[in-house]
């Protein structure tokens, strides 16, 4: 069966860095992306990165997140520095299988992992 499983989550004071991973089986995640959701608020994409090692992050985490991924062990990573109390929520991991060079946008993704919290205090 598909399956992602995040870990990694936290909390940490503003300022600091944690860094998440997602493991992908039972398929093959062609793009691989992490989503956030704060509460009382709309999930929203975070990062995307294809199975080439393309990414796109979005303007609010430009600089501080990094996304990355290793193909061999299918997981997906992110990697947050220089947290703020603005980046509080459960952080998921999604992956599209669709065979492609290129992710097809925020709303292509198709499996989703179970989320984990990640809390920054001011």
């Not at 399956?3 to 997602?22: A, K």
């Not at 299988?97 to 919290?117: E, H, K, L, N, V």
Request: glycine share 14%.
């Amino acid at each position: 069966a598909q399956q992602l499983v995040e870990s990694g989550g936290g909390s940490v004071q503003s300022g600091g860095s944690l860094r998440l991973s997602c493991a992908a089986s039972g398929f093959t995640p062609y793009c691989m992306g992490w989503f956030r959701q704060a509460p009382g608020k709309e999930r929203e994409g975070v990062a995307m990165i294809n199975i080439y090692g393309g990414t796109s992050h979005a303007d609010s985490v430009l600089g501080r997140f990094t996304i990355s991924r290793d193909n061999a062990k299918n997981t997906l990573y992110l990697q947050m520095n220089s947290l703020k109390p603005e980046d509080n929520g459960v952080y998921y991991c999604a992956a599209d299988p669709t065979r492609s060079t290129y992710c097809s946008g925020w709303s292509g993704f198709r499996y989703w992992g179970q989320g984990t919290q990640v809390t920054v205090s001011s």
